[in-house]
């Protein structure tokens, strides 16, 4: 071959080659700014380590926008406890918005409260629920469930073990001028006290009957005796008489309202007795069997034969 025509080989080989070299990166390649855009659509892992921050949110904050100082989640937020930007502990936790919707098969829910101390001994208070309020640029507790390791009337700690720990539930309020909540009621080991006056953080004394009462006096109220049921309409056949008599929680009767006349068996309606749990029908001076709890403050029941 003459060497012109080798020579325009090996050149057009060379230029077909950088040709197609250049068409495949111009479409294959993705810039890098690109490609850190790029929505991954799933991804699966057997294990996933998140050092620090865990953001779900659909703008990629964390906080909603307006709500930063409260810290109102986008949609979760969960931090572990690395050091801030400023080199101080992190504050582990998890924030939701809106609801946290737990579900099981075959095994009930299970929420549990662990704490212990730096040294390994039990932490006596081990987990507290709160409900809070924005005030003064910052949230607030309103009120306080708590649960304790501290009852000591039916075992000294020194013998408690992992067979025999006893513990007890504190409720908790706050109260207009005052720091620290108020106790409103302790329950544990068969014993409760209620308390109405001012303990602060220390708290109501623990009962040491079955039931004590702090701060005030007990007043007990009967159930209302119900008004006459109105009649809303009938079947206009025989005329019937209707009354109604309320139920305590307790069992606790009221006395039996005034008759109502119908002139047949009767749709009625009646609003909500004070105390009552439950109502009897009695129609043309016989109760009828069973008791009706209809929910609401106002009630609507209709007589069938």
Known sequence: MPIKDTLFTVLLSVGTTLVVTHFLNGHSAIPAHAASQETVRELTVDRLIVRKELIVSDTGSPWDTGFESQQIPR????????PDENGRPGTAGLWVRSRLIKSEIDDPFDDRFHAINRDGSMFRAPGHISWNVWLDDAWRQAAIIQGEILEKSEIPPQLWNGGNHPGRLRFQSFRP????????????QGMMSVGGGGYGGGGLPYPTE??????????????????????????????????????????????PSTITNASGLATLEWDSVTGADAYIIIRDGQELPGVLRIEGSHKDWTDSP
């Open 75 to 82: 949609g979760l937020v969960a931090r572990s406890l690395a």
């Open 177 to 188: 001028n005052h720091g620290e909540p108020l106790t409103d009621a302790i329950i544990g």
């Open 210 to 255: 079955t039931l004590q009462l702090w701060g005030g006096k007990l007043e007990a109220k009967p159930v209302g005796q119900p008004s006459p049921p109105r009649v809303v309409k009938t079947t206009g056949t025989t005329a019937h008489t209707y009354a109604l008599i309320a139920i305590g929680s307790q069992g606790q009767r009221s006395e």
